[in-house]
């Protein structure tokens, strides 16, 4: 189990990284001139009014995953690649524990969690 000061670092670090994607993929469409200076300020004052520093690293994921892209569609492509990572993230969860209760020989558990998968994929 992650200490809590580990898991503050890890809340940072993911907060951090989203900021990073953000100012770069406006730097990126400010330089090619698909962005003026003026909304490239409105989508910055939107994002860090999505989230503050301390906030735990699923209230950012569910900030970026919830941004409103009805206002700010520049936003989709790092949405998309949250929600992306976040999955993936899940599956190899998943995988791990199923894994661990293969390798515990308890099979009725491994079972039923992937029940529950199968369940969340169909809907």
Do not use: H, W
């Not at 951090?16 to 962005?35: D, F, G, T, V, Y």
């Not at 520093?53 to 998309?80: I, R």
């Not at 661990?100 to 529950?116: C, R």
Request: net charge positive; glycine share 2%; with cysteine.
């Amino acid at each position: 189990m992650p200490t809590k000061a580990a898991l503050i670092q890890e809340d940072e670090a993911y907060r951090k990284k989203m900021q990073r994607r953000i100012l770069a993929l406006i730097k990126n469409q400010l330089e090619s001139n698909q962005m003026d200076a003026k909304r490239a300020q409105e989508i910055s004052r939107y994002v860090l009014s999505c989230f503050d520093k301390g906030d735990p690293k699923p209230k950012v994921y569910q900030a970026v995953k919830n941004f409103d892209l009805n206002l700010f569609p520049e936003l989709l492509e790092v949405s998309l690649l949250a929600i992306k990572e976040q999955v993936e993230d899940q599956s190899r969860e998943f995988a791990d524990k199923v894994g661990s209760f293969i390798k515990n020989k308890k099979l009725e558990e491994a079972n039923q969690l992937l029940a529950q998968f199968r369940q969340l994929v169909k809907n």
